[in-house]
């Protein structure tokens, strides 16, 4: 979005030193929401949806219309009166809903253009310098994720998708509120103790054995190729194998946990402490290090940012793991064991509201591990500044 | 090749003749490299002894195993055949011994590390107490005029800066001999100008005993009390050349008709090496 069109749009007049783009799209969204103005919002629509939504449209021609004014401020209209504007056509959605007509499309299209040239101009003065800036940043893929939920809700309620198929963000909000509890027992035993234990054990037990296969040549040469094949396993084919060994509680989905984990952590570690260049390690032999000084000191460090890879890879390898196990006997508690049922009872809100929990889980497991492997890597090329 | 040490050799290692009085002596000693393309023969026939205090330069073309000799006198290589002792013990016994301090051609400074914790690694290995490490640490900045970049990492120092943090490393080991592998082969040559100054000053202050590997006539000359040319193919020594400049010379020494002779005669004995190339 912010290459050629940008470029058109700052191109002809303005120099490159002039910070602000033409809000170029602006005048687009102003001729749909215009040309909404005199149209049916839908079918059998109340005043109050025509006259509210009038205003909407009134609202997004208003910033359109380029009047002068600081660039910072001039975003800060824009995006209030766009928010504003969807307001007001989520607000109305109740006698839309599923009968929207045209001038209910063009509006939503009009806002959604508005949308994207607000995005453009938050990308634009995106950084990493100031905290302005900084939080400028921060706030591109929250809006982004505000955008994506409105235009979701709108589009799923304006043209009266069944709930079965989509439920609409506003659904799924209600539903994971008012279960709360549910979702808190599923979250303890899916992520608390099966994600967590098996992660633990199938990283640590992963790094170990990468310890030994690199002091012990002919593991090297044995166990790694029996590894590769043991990680092509389809995690389906294991799932009732464990359950069967380990019962039906937590311990079986830590064991395919485990299964999964294992062989990314031992492959990196594995080549990561051979990423210590030949100087490097001339340098220890010169020092007549012993193997486990030369470990601590040069080729552990070394390969750090291998075995965070792995970490990474695994928090969200260890949470499809654990869900997709519960499929395969369980007690009556689990996010996978909710969502196979619920599934099955056609009550695909509580699904959501699932998938609502392992999406926040994973993230934020992974932006985790991201942040611990920022602190211990920072020397590395990729984040040196 | 009667003398030959072989791999089922005694387990007390034959010492060369001149052993006794040398801080290093080699005797006859080849190595030949198994490469997929078949044997190379990297060093062939090396006589040399190296007496304390000396400054001596390895200088050819690459390819001649100039840096493979410093290597095999580093253990870091282990010779075909012939004699060699570092310190009056086998090279092996001598890297235990930590009686060495070798420069790479690079830093090879770690990045996780500061300039300071760089230069405390040897130490740290050999398991000094932390005062000791802290005294020295300084002590060898101070000495490479480093003093205030302790807390720098080394992607944030010119390679200038890091190639003397690493001699500062290769010093804080506190060794009586200093192996350089072309430390300044990477770095400009007012920079090069620069810490040859500094290294002969510290070698003049130190008495300490230092070979030399470069491929640079002026730095050779300008550094050495003797040089060492050797010719390729296979690698072995062409010249030794006693240079006999003053002890305190600087860098306008070069203009001198004495230095222009000697850096005449190595120049001589580099072509003549090569010759048979063409």
Redesign the interface.
């Known amino acids: 979005m912010n290459g050629a069109a940008a470029d058109m749009a700052t191109g002809s007049s303005t120099g490159p030193l002039t910070p602000a783009r033409a809000p170029v799209l602006a005048y687009p969204a102003a001729l749909l929401a215009f040309t909404a103005i005199p149209m049916p919002v839908a079918t059998g629509g109340s005043i109050v949806a025509g006259s509210s939504l009038l205003a909407a449209a009134l609202l997004l021609i208003i910033p359109a219309l380029g009047i002068p004014r600081p660039p910072a401020l001039r975003l800060v209209l824009v995006g209030a009166v766009t928010i504003a504007a969807f307001l007001l056509i989520l607000a109305n959605l109740s006698p839309v809903e599923g009968k929207a007509s045209l001038g209910y499309w063009l509006l939503l299209a009009s806002a959604g253009v508005m949308a994207v040239q607000m995005m453009r101009g938050l990308a634009h003065r995106a950084g990493s310098g100031s905290l302005r800036a900084r939080l400028i940043s921060l706030s591109v893929p929250v809006v982004f994720g505000l955008w994506l939920l409105i235009l979701w809700e709108c589009i799923v309620r304006g043209a009266g998708v069944p709930t079965v198929l989509l439920p609409p963000p506003s659904d799924i909000a209600v539903r994971f509120a008012s279960s709360l509890d549910i979702l808190w027992a599923d979250f303890r035993q899916t992520f608390l103790k099966a994600v967590i234990a098996g992660y633990v054990m199938g990283c640590g037990s992963g790094f170990l054995v990468a310890l030994l296969v690199d002091r012990v040549p002919f593991l090297r040469r044995g166990l790694l190729p029996v590894g590769n094949m043991v990680s092509a396993l389809p995690i389906i084919g294991i799932a009732p194998i464990m359950v069967m060994w380990f019962g039906f509680d937590w311990p079986s989905k830590a064991a395919v946990v485990v299964v999964m984990t294992f062989f990314p952590m031992l492959v990196n570690t594995v080549s990561g402490l051979s990423a210590a260049g030949g100087m490097e390690r001339d340098l220890m032999r010169t020092y007549a290090a012993t193997h486990a000084q030369s470990l601590v000191k040069l080729r552990l460090p070394a390969a750090l940012p291998f075995i965070f890879n792995a970490l990474k890879i695994n928090s969200t390898l260890a949470l499809i793991g654990a869900i997709v196990a519960e499929f395969f006997g369980t007690p009556i508690v689990g996010m996978g064991f909710r969502i196979s049922t619920e599934v099955g009872r056609m009550n695909i809100g509580m699904v959501w509201a699932e998938i609502t929990v392992a999406a926040i889980a994973g993230s934020l497991f992974y932006g985790i591990v991201a942040m611990i492997e920022r602190a211990f890597t920072f020397w590395h090329p990729s984040y040196r500044h | 090749m009667s003398e030959q040490v072989t791999s089922q050799a005694a387990a007390r290692p034959q010492m060369p003749a001149s052993a006794t009085g040398s801080v290093i002596a080699i005797e006859d000693l080849s190595l030949t490299f198994q490469t997929a393309d078949g044997p190379v023969q990297a060093l062939s026939g090396i006589d040399l002894a190296i007496r304390r205090g000396e400054f001596v330069s390895l200088i050819g073309p690459s390819g001649c195993g100039k840096t493979t000799l410093l290597r095999v006198i580093?253990?870091?290589e282990q010779p075909t055949s012939g004699l060699i002792s570092v310190n009056g013990e086998t090279p092996d016994a001598a890297?235990?011994?930590?009686s060495?301090?070798?420069v790479?051609?690079?830093a090879?400074l770690?990045?996780?590390r500061t300039i300071a914790s760089n230069i405390a690694?040897?130490l740290?290995?050999?398991g000094l107490p932390k005062a000791e490490r802290a005294k020295r640490v300084k002590r060898n900045m101070e000495l490479v005029n480093l003093t205030g970049f302790e807390r720098k990492?080394p992607?944030q120092l010119s390679g200038g800066m890091q190639q003397r943090a690493s001699i500062a490393r290769a010093l804080a080991?506190e060794p009586d001999l200093l192996l350089m592998d072309e430390p300044f082969g990477a770095l400009d040559e007012i920079v090069r100008d620069h810490l040859n100054e500094q290294l002969l000053q510290l070698w003049a202050k130190t008495n300490k005993t230092i070979v030399f590997v470069t491929h640079s006539i002026p730095e050779a000359v300008f550094l050495s009390t003797r040089i060492v040319v050797m010719s390729p193919r296979p690698g072995r020594i062409y010249d030794v050349i006693e240079t006999g400049l003053p002890k305190d010379r600087g860098l306008d020494i070069r203009e001198t008709p004495e230095f222009l002779a000697l850096a005449h005669r190595v120049r001589e004995g580099l072509r003549a090496g090569h010759s048979y190339e063409d």
């Open positions: 580093a253990d870091l890297r235990r011994d930590r060495y301090g070798y790479f051609q690079a090879a770690y990045p996780w690694l040897p740290e290995i050999m990492f992607w080991v």
